[in-house]
């Protein structure tokens, strides 16, 4: 029977030969409906499945077993903030932090005392007490360095911030940089972003930096972006979000060997499992390892803080994971490399229990 037949002669307007011209009216409807149903599963696919074969391949990198002696080599650090240099911190505070580190591998303190200013100048009064911590440090916890965290916002992304492309305003960052080693700082650490891989300014500024620090005897110590997961990723995620996020590896190789220390922030991963996080920490350790010369010390960063956004979620991006993921990836890389350790984000965001796993994990494993 056909489909003209089963259509009621009232509901066509005119009889059996009506509802005949009527009655195919719906199949083109039908045919968007398949081709839009189409059209989403192809972009889920298109979508998902690289995600899940990202997320297979990080799982993955989490597995296994650490190498024995995978550990602190006594060389690690910890970030600061500007609290011990503004007059907050006390004698009794500084006794504190000094047991504290006592039975760990920290021997650098990254002392915020910034923040430079846009054009690269430094006001001494941003940090009024820094003779003191310095003193009170060096007497407290002998063999600790104290070295001034400088940085500042780049006009990489916005029209406010600091322009490394002016000669001027990295000569006058390399004046602030005197200045802060004429005030008694074991060394220099600077973290400017957001830093785009390739910046030839950042290279240049670097060397500049180095003859000063290598000149006091101090080290030169730098915060470094993450390299590129897969190939060209900071070129993608430039075009397509204009924040390109990561460094190619081969840029992260070029600071590498400009600096005598140099430490990944690997958190802020977006990644929202401890297992695909940790997966990825062991991958940014091999990347890091593979180009950073034996000379300089290369440190990966703990997230010692607790967010919940896009970008960091704190049941993910916890300590115990990074620490296997730093294990794993030094093991399958380079596992009995000296120079090489971890880098605490930051003192005044930590808890006891990421003391606790950074001190069970790492220094007494």
């Not at 846009?118 to 007490?129: C, F, I, M, R, V």
């Not at 003859?211 to 030169?220: D, E, F, K, M, Q």
């Not at 991958?283 to 300089?296: F, G, I, M, W």
């Not at 620490?323 to 005044?348: C, K, M, Q, W």
């Amino acid at each position: 029977m056909s489909q003209a037949r089963d259509i009621p002669a009232d509901r066509g307007g005119g009889g059996d030969g009506e509802a005949e011209k009527e009655a195919p009216a719906p199949k083109p409807r039908r045919r968007r409906t398949v081709w839009i149903r189409r059209g989403v599963l192809g972009l889920a696919l298109v979508v998902l499945v690289p995600l899940l074969t990202v997320a297979v391949a990080l799982r993955l990198n989490y597995a296994g077993d650490p190498a024995d002696g995978t550990r602190t080599r006594g060389k690690d650090a910890i970030w600061l903030g500007h609290a011990w240099v503004d007059g907050r911190r006390t004698d009794a505070d500084v006794r504190a932090l000094a047991r504290r580190l006592g039975d760990t591998g920290i021997r650098d303190l990254y002392v915020h005392a910034g923040p430079l200013e846009h054009d690269g100048t430094l006001p001494a009064s941003a940090y009024p007490k820094a003779a003191w911590l310095i003193g009170a440090v060096h007497k407290a916890a002998p063999g600790i360095r104290v070295q001034a965290w400088l940085g500042d916002k780049l006009a990489t992304e916005s029209p406010d911030g600091m322009r490394l492309a002016d000669k001027d305003t990295r000569a006058a960052v390399v004046r602030s940089t005197r200045q802060i080693l004429a005030a008694g700082f074991d060394g220099a650490h600077f973290d400017l972003e957001p830093l785009h891989s390739g910046d030839e300014h950042y290279l240049d500024l670097l060397d500049t930096l180095h003859r000063v620090t290598r000149a006091h005897g101090v080290p030169l110590s730098v915060a470094a972006h993450q390299i590129d997961p897969l190939p060209a990723l900071h070129s993608v995620a430039g075009t397509l979000a204009e924040h390109p996020k990561w460094w190619s590896q081969a840029y992260f190789g070029q600071v590498a060997r400009r600096v005598d220390q140099i430490a990944v922030m690997s958190y802020d991963t977006s990644t929202p499992l401890e297992s695909l996080y940790g997966g990825y920490v062991a991958q940014q350790t091999s990347l890091a390892l593979e180009v950073t010369p034996d000379s300089t010390d290369l440190l990966m960063g703990l997230p010692f803080y607790r967010e919940n956004n896009f970008d960091h979620w704190a049941h993910a991006e916890t300590v115990p994971a990074a620490v296997r993921g730093i294990r794993l990836g030094l093991s399958r890389t380079d596992a009995h490399r000296p120079n090489f350790g971890v880098a605490l984000y930051v003192d005044f965001a930590a808890r006891e229990s990421d003391w606790t796993a950074y001190e069970r994990d790492w220094v007494r494993r």
